[in-house]
């Protein structure tokens, strides 16, 4: 990981250390290239956790934008999860 994507991380995880009481439900939104793998890789991450997982194609189907709702446990719960899941070709975290 190069060090302006580890900074992003460790800003990341104090903002959400400081606006947040753990465990709590966090909500992330990605956009990927529509791929029904790619997606299927997403949902596979958030199995058996309990996540609320709603996609959305984009007009020209091009892309699908997925919104996950899932309570975590910590702060480095989150950010373990972003880094496990920018492993993903064409994946935006948002």
Same mark, same amino acid.
């Given at each position: 990981?190069?060090?302006?994507?580890?900074?992003?991380?460790?800003?990341?995880?104090?903002?959400?250390?400081? *606006?947040? /009481?753990?465990?709590?439900?966090?909500?992330?939104?990605?956009? $990927?290239?529509?791929?029904?793998?790619?997606?299927?890789? +997403?949902?596979?991450a958030f199995d058996c956790l309990g996540a609320v997982i709603k996609t959305t194609q984009s007009k020209t189907a091009?892309?699908? *934008?997925? /919104?996950?709702?899932?309570?975590?446990?910590?702060?480095?719960? $989150?950010?373990?999860?972003?880094?496990?899941?920018?492993? +993903?070709?064409?994946?935006?975290?948002?």
């Amino acid at each position: 990981m190069d060090k302006k994507t580890e900074e992003f991380y460790e800003r990341l995880k104090g903002e959400l250390e400081k *606006s947040n /009481s753990w465990p709590a439900l966090y909500l992330y939104k990605f956009i $990927v290239p529509t791929d029904k793998e790619k997606i299927e890789q +997403i949902q596979k991450a958030f199995d058996c956790l309990g996540a609320v997982i709603k996609t959305t194609q984009s007009k020209t189907a091009k892309f699908t *934008s997925v /919104s996950v709702d899932v309570q975590m446990e910590s702060a480095q719960a $989150v950010i373990e999860k972003y880094q496990e899941l920018s492993t +993903i070709e064409g994946i935006v975290s948002l």
